[in-house]
């Protein structure tokens, strides 16, 4: 219900703001999910394939034939648990396959033979998402179940008059932790049902909403790195542009570039 009225705001936003009549459509969202149980903060969801561990989850690991090794441990904050044998393990920023895998390799070293290893979501902590520049309320979103691009910027109120609908840039780390930067096009989701256009957003993503009037993209990109810097640290000096980005702020359309290295 929530994903329908993102779409019809953001619908009634792309009136306001263009003049011209658009169709919406209700994506779906690839991959199984796993329930997560109630911990008086409410139910939430996580995709077992992308969710990353964040501070303040509950994770419940089990090792088959050997219940004593089956624990629900919250995350530190600082990024640990601790776990039988094993001791302090990193797991925040780390897909529940990738605790897996860490535990299973662990305890083959002398433990358990051959160790069957589950790892699944006991409680989400809440990810922290941030919703930046033209957009009515930015702010930093703390949700506990998935949420795609249209529900997170309507969320923040929804577009100013001077947003730029066809170039929301999505910056996030990938899986080298390194901190990635690509431009989405929300007015061609709402037009053509585009799917891609509008993902599911990550743990620390941050969606910033560019105005549509930039006049030199050098002196923008700079000015991003500056408001983005106290999010994302030192990643910031390295991001990896995607080659559509530049284009697609200087003239609105998703035709092809060279990628941009900031700082590196």
């Known amino acids: 219900m929530i994903h329908k009225v993102a779409i019809l705001l953001l619908v009634g936003s792309l009136f306001v703001l263009t003049g011209a009549g ?14 997560i149980s109630g911990t008086g903060d409410g ?20 090792v088959y034939n050997h219940p004593e090794l089956t624990q629900k441990i919250r995350v530190s904050p600082a990024g640990m648990v601790s776990y039988p044998f094993l001791g302090a393990l990193k797991v925040e920023g780390i897909t529940l396959s990738g ?59 929804g577009f100013t008059k001077d947003a730029n609908m066809s170039a929301i840039l999505l910056i996030r780390r990938n899986s080298a932790g390194q901190a990635t930067m690509d431009a989405l096009d929300v007015k061609s989701f709402l037009k053509k049902s585009d799917l891609a256009q509008n993902p599911a957003l990550q743990r620390g993503d941050v969606v910033y909403v560019p105005p549509s009037a930039i006049s030199n993209v050098d002196r923008f990109f700079n000015h991003l790195q500056t408001i983005l810097s106290p999010l994302m640290g030192n990643l910031m000096s390295g991001i990896l542009i995607a080659p559509n980005v530049r284009n697609v702020l200087l003239h609105g359309s998703q035709t092809g570039g060279v990628g941009v290295n900031v700082g590196g």
């Open 22 to 35: 658009c169709a919406s459509s209700k994506s779906t969202k690839s991959g199984s999910a796993v329930a």
């Open 43 to 62: 139910p939430a969801v996580a995709k077992p394939e992308s969710y990353q561990v964040g501070v303040g989850d509950i994770l419940d690991i089990s």
């Open 99 to 157: 605790v897996g895998d860490m535990i299973r390799t662990g305890l083959a070293k002398g433990y358990v033979p051959e160790p069957q290893v589950s790892v699944n979501v006991e409680a989400v902590a809440g990810q922290k998402i941030y919703i930046l520049g033209e957009v009515r309320n930015p702010q930093v979103l703390r949700v506990k179940e998935d949420i795609d691009l249209v529900e997170a910027i309507t969320t923040a109120g």
